[in-house]
C-alpha cells in the first residue's frame, strides 16, 4: 500500500486509519460514578466554545463568578465533594498549593492506599482495599502494578484507577515482580514456584517456567528480550542461574557463576551489554546474614566466576548503572543500619577496579543517584552513629541531599532541600532533583533554592525504625516511584 | 439535583437523556485528542455540567461535541509541549503494538491537526463541519488533514 501520487491517503489507508482509531477510543472507559459526578455539579472549570458563542474562548468556573477567589472556592467545592462522596476515592491524601505540576507520573503508598499524581491532576487514590503495597511503573507509564498486601497477590492497574485486575496465584512477596523494560510485560514470580508472564494490555498470563521449579529472584535483561532467574540450593543441588529468552529464541540455558556448594544466588540486575549479571551470594540462605548484607558480585557470561563488589544491603535502589552502562554505583557497607558505616564505591563493569568515593568523616551516605549524563550522583548524607545504635527521627532530620561528582570531588549540600530526604531522583534535563519527605514530596532546581511540593499530606510519617530490607521495603513509609527511566521528566515552575 | 428548581431538573432529565448515548462516545473522542482516559473524562463531565447553562441551545449533541474539542485544545494549549516531551520520551522507552504506535503517533501531532484527523476519520465529520467547529476555513482544514495524514503515513501503512 502506497501514498497516492496526489500526495493523499488511499482508501485502504484511510480505512486503515479509521480503524487504527477506533481500536485506540476503544480503549477509553467510562467511570462508573460519572453521571453521578455530573449531577452534583462536580467540577473545577469549563471552557465556553467559540464555536458557538462566538466569542473567544475562556474558562470560568462553573456555578461561581470568574476569579481568583472564586476558583479557588472551586477547586476546594472538588476536594470537599470528593470527600463527601461515597462512591469518589478518598482524599485522605490531596495535593496541595501549588497543585501537582509532574509531567511525569508518580505513585506512592501511604496510609494503606496507592496513590497516583497524573500530570497536571490533583493527587487521586487508585487502589484503597486490600493494602496496596510496591507499586512500580510500566516501562510506557501506562500501568501501574502493586502487590495486594493482604492476599499476596500481584495487581495491575491503569494509572487513573481503571482496569484494575489480580493476576497469578496468591503469595507472591514484595519485589516478587518486575516490569520488562521492553514492553508492557510483567513477570510475577509466586512464592510457590514458577514465573508467569503478564502482558497488561491484553491481561494474558504465560506460564514461562513451571510452577514446580522454585524460584528465588528475576532480573529483566536491559532490552526485554531475556529474563534471567534463580534457584535456591538444595541437598546435593547447587543453586542455579538460568537464562530465559523471551518471545523466541534459543531454548533457556543455565551458565555457571562458580557459586559456592549451598549458597544461594539473588539476582541483583544484568550487565547493560547483557553479558552478564550482577548479583548477591547468600550463603546458607539466612535471614541474620540477609539483613546485614551480603557480598555483591559481578559475573561474565564467558567464564572466570565472579568478582566481589563490595557488601551491599539487598536494596535494589543501592545498585544502580551509570546512564552509559559503564559504572555501577553501590551504597556499601555491612550491618542492618543506614546510619551506620555505609559509603559509596564505584565499579567497572566486570568489578575489576572498584573505588571508593570520598565522603565527610563521621558521616553516611546513601540513595544515591546519577544525573542522566552520568556526571554527577545526588546523595543523601547524614552523621554516622555507629553500629547497634537506634535509629531515630533526630538521624532522620539530618538527612541531607547532596550533589557531587561521580568521584566525590565538587560536593555541596543543596541549600533549601530537606531535612529529611529520602531517595532523589534527577529530572531528565538534569535540572532539578525530586525527593520524598515523610509527609511529603518536593522537587528542587540543582543549585537549591525554595523547593516545589508535589503531594504534601502524606501520613507516611517516619516511625525512626523502617529501613531497606531484604524485600526492598521503602524507607520512611512513603516514598515516591517516579513513573520515568531518569526519575522524572521535568516540572514546571 | 432533582428536587431542585424547574431548570435544574430539566437540565438534570436533559443530561440523563444524554448521558445514554453520548457520554462514552465523548469520553473516546476527548481520549483521541487528549491521549488521557482520566482528562477525557473530566472533560465531557465539565462539558455535560456546562449543558446546565445552556438549556435552550437547540442540538445538544453538538453543542457538547464542540464544547469537548475545544476544552482539548484548551488543554493542549496550555500543555502541548510538555505533554510532548513525554510521549517522546515513552516512545523510545517502550516496545509497542501497532494501536500504542498510533496512540504515540497523535499525540506528537500539533493540536489542529490531530483535531482535524479525529473529527474526519473518527467523527466522520466533513470539512466544512470541521471548519465550522474549529472555527477555520475549510482550505485550512484540508491543509491541515494532509500534514497530519502525512506525519501518521508511518504508522498507519506500517
Not at chain 1, 329 to 357: E, F
Request: proline letters at 8%; glycine letters at 12%.
Amino acid at each position: 500500500m502506497r501514498w497516492r501520487r496526489s500526495g493523499g491517503p488511499g482508501p485502504e489507508t484511510e480505512t486503515r486509519l479509521r480503524a487504527g482509531l477506533e481500536a485506540l477510543a476503544g480503549r477509553a472507559v467510562a467511570s462508573p460514578d460519572s453521571l453521578e459526578r455530573i449531577l452534583a455539579g462536580d467540577s473545577e472549570t469549563a471552557p465556553v466554545p467559540a464555536s458557538v458563542t462566538g466569542r473567544a474562548r475562556r474558562r470560568v468556573p462553573v456555578g461561581v463568578g470568574a476569579g481568583g477567589a472564586a476558583a479557588a472556592v472551586a477547586v476546594a467545592a472538588v476536594v470537599l465533594s470528593l470527600a463527601l462522596s461515597p462512591s469518589a476515592p478518598r482524599t485522605r491524601v490531596v495535593s496541595s498549593a501549588p497543585p501537582v505540576r509532574a509531567l511525569t507520573p508518580v505513585a506512592w503508598v501511604a496510609g494503606g492506599d496507592l496513590h497516583v499524581a497524573m500530570p497536571g491532576r490533583p493527587a487521586r487514590t487508585v487502589a484503597a482495599a486490600g493494602q496496596p503495597q510496591n507499586p512500580e511503573w510500566s516501562v510506557d507509564r501506562r500501568w501501574l502494578a502493586y502487590l495486594n498486601g493482604d492476599r499476596h497477590q500481584v495487581h495491575v492497574v491503569r494509572p487513573d484507577g481503571t482496569d484494575d485486575h489480580a493476576f497469578g496465584p496468591e503469595g507472591v512477596s514484595r519485589g516478587g515482580y518486575a516490569w520488562s523494560p521492553g514492553a508492557n510485560e510483567l513477570a510475577i514470580v509466586p512464592r510457590t514456584g514458577g514465573i508467569d508472564l503478564v502482558s497488561a494490555p491484553s491481561s494474558s498470563v504465560i506460564p514461562a517456567v513451571d510452577p514446580t521449579v522454585p524460584v528465588e529472584s528475576v532480573a529483566w535483561s536491559r532490552d526485554g528480550g531475556r529474563l534471567a532467574y534463580t534457584t535456591p540450593a538444595a541437598p546435593g543441588r547447587p543453586a542455579r542461574v538460568v537464562l530465559l529468552p523471551i518471545g523466541g529464541g534459543p531454548p533457556p540455558r543455565s551458565v555457571d557463576l562458580a557459586i559456592p556448594p549451598g549458597s544461594d544466588v539473588l539476582l541483583a540486575g544484568w550487565w547493560p551489554d547483557g553479558g552478564g549479571l550482577i548479583y548477591w551470594i547468600d550463603p546458607g540462605g539466612s535471614a541474620g546474614a540477609l539483613a546485614n548484607g551480603l557480598p555483591l558480585m559481578s559475573a561474565s557470561f564467558s567464564g572466570g566466576g565472579g568478582r566481589l563488589l563490595g557488601v551491599t544491603l539487598v536494596f535494589h535502589p543501592w545498585v544502580s548503572w551509570s546512564p552509559d552502562g559503564t559504572r555501577l554505583l553501590l551504597v556499601a557497607g555491612a550491618g542492618p543500619s543506614p546510619a551506620a558505616g555505609k559509603s559509596l564505591v564505584v565499579c567497572d563493569v566486570a568489578g575489576t577496579a572498584c573505588h571508593p568515593v570520598p565522603q565527610p568523616a563521621g558521616s553516611v551516605t546513601v540513595d544515591a543517584a546519577w544525573s542522566p549524563d552520568g556526571s554527577e550522583v545526588a546523595v543523601v548524607r547524614a552523621s554516622d552513629v555507629g553500629p547497634g545504635r537506634h535509629v531515630g527521627a533526630a538521624w532522620v532530620s539530618e538527612r541531607r541531599l547532596w550533589v557531587e561528582a561521580a568521584d566525590g570531588s565538587s560536593a555541596y549540600p543543596v541549600p533549601g532541600a530537606g531535612p529529611g530526604v529520602t531517595l532523589p531522583a534527577w529530572s531528565a534535563d538534569g535540572r532539578s532533583i525530586g525527593y520524598s519527605l515523610a509527609s511529603r514530596f518536593e522537587v528542587i532546581p540543582v543549585s537549591g533554592g525554595r523547593p516545589t511540593v508535589i503531594a504534601s499530606g502524606l501520613d507516611g510519617a517516619n516511625d525512626g525504625t523502617a529501613g531497606p530490607d531484604a524485600d526492598g521495603r521503602q524507607p520512611w513509609g512513603a516514598a515516591a516511584v517516579w513513573g520515568g527511566r531518569a526519575g522524572f521528566d521535568s516540572y514546571g515552575g | 439535583v432533582r428536587e431542585g428548581t424547574g431548570s435544574q431538573t430539566r437540565w438534570a432529565d436533559a443530561v440523563v437523556t444524554l448521558y445514554r448515548t453520548r457520554y462514552l462516545p465523548m469520553v473516546r473522542l476527548a481520549f483521541l485528542l487528549t491521549g488521557s482516559n482520566e482528562l477525557a473524562e473530566e472533560i465531557v463531565q465539565d462539558a455535560f455540567i456546562r449543558l446546565r447553562d445552556r438549556a435552550g441551545v437547540a442540538d445538544l449533541s453538538s453543542y457538547l461535541r464542540a464544547t469537548v474539542v475545544n476544552a482539548c485544545r484548551d488543554h493542549h494549549r496550555r500543555v502541548g509541549a510538555q505533554t510532548r516531551a513525554l510521549v517522546r520520551l515513552a516512545a523510545v522507552d517502550a516496545t509497542v503494538d501497532a494501536v500504542d504506535e498510533l496512540h504515540d503517533a497523535l499525540a506528537r501531532l500539533p493540536d489542529r491537526q490531530r483535531a482535524v484527523i479525529v473529527l474526519r476519520y473518527y467523527e466522520g465529520l466533513s470539512e466544512a463541519e470541521i471548519a465550522a467547529l474549529l472555527g477555520c476555513r475549510a482550505g485550512t482544514v484540508k491543509s491541515l488533514a494532509h500534514r497530519g495524514l502525512a506525519a501518521l503515513r508511518g504508522v498507519v501503512e506500517r
